[in-house]
């Protein structure tokens, strides 16, 4: 894991302490850890191998592995609270953009930015200014 993965969510600054991204059904995670034992992440998922564009983040799919479409989740579990904690997720009507800016599957390495809309149950986030860097799989 390498802490190349950085955004704004809600107007607040996420650096993640560590990120990895995966291939089988291609995703970028990222993790910042919170005082007192919290975390929130974030999940861009892609269900096809990447290439060089840009992707609407949406619904997410029935069911987790090969398959089309792309998404991302933003989820908080404060200080104390046991997960599952809150999930804000993308959807039909809160979207968001997943830029590929470099996919080197040689090198097994991807970079690129986003920015989504996220609701919950409880409420919704804006996560802005998003961006990863060489994430390694």
Request: hydrophobic fraction near 35%; glycine fraction near 10%; proline fraction near 7%.
């Amino acid at each position: 894991l390498d802490d190349n993965c950085n955004a704004v969510v809600d107007g607040v600054p996420f650096e993640a302490g560590g990120y990895a991204a995966q291939e089988t059904y291609f995703y970028i995670y990222c993790a910042e850890a919170m005082s007192g034992h919290g975390y929130r992440d974030i999940y861009l998922y892609i269900g096809d191998t990447p290439r060089l564009e840009t992707y609407t983040l949406a619904d997410p799919p029935a069911e987790i592995g090969p398959n089309p479409g792309a998404w991302g989740y933003h989820t908080v579990i404060a200080p104390g609270q046991e997960p599952p904690g809150v999930t804000y997720s993308t959807s039909a009507s809160s979207t968001g953009i997943l830029t590929i800016t470099r996919y080197d599957p040689s090198a097994r390495r991807i970079s690129g930015s986003f920015s989504f809309s996220a609701t919950s149950s409880v409420g919704s986030v804006d996560v802005t200014k998003g961006v990863f860097t060489d994430a390694a799989w």
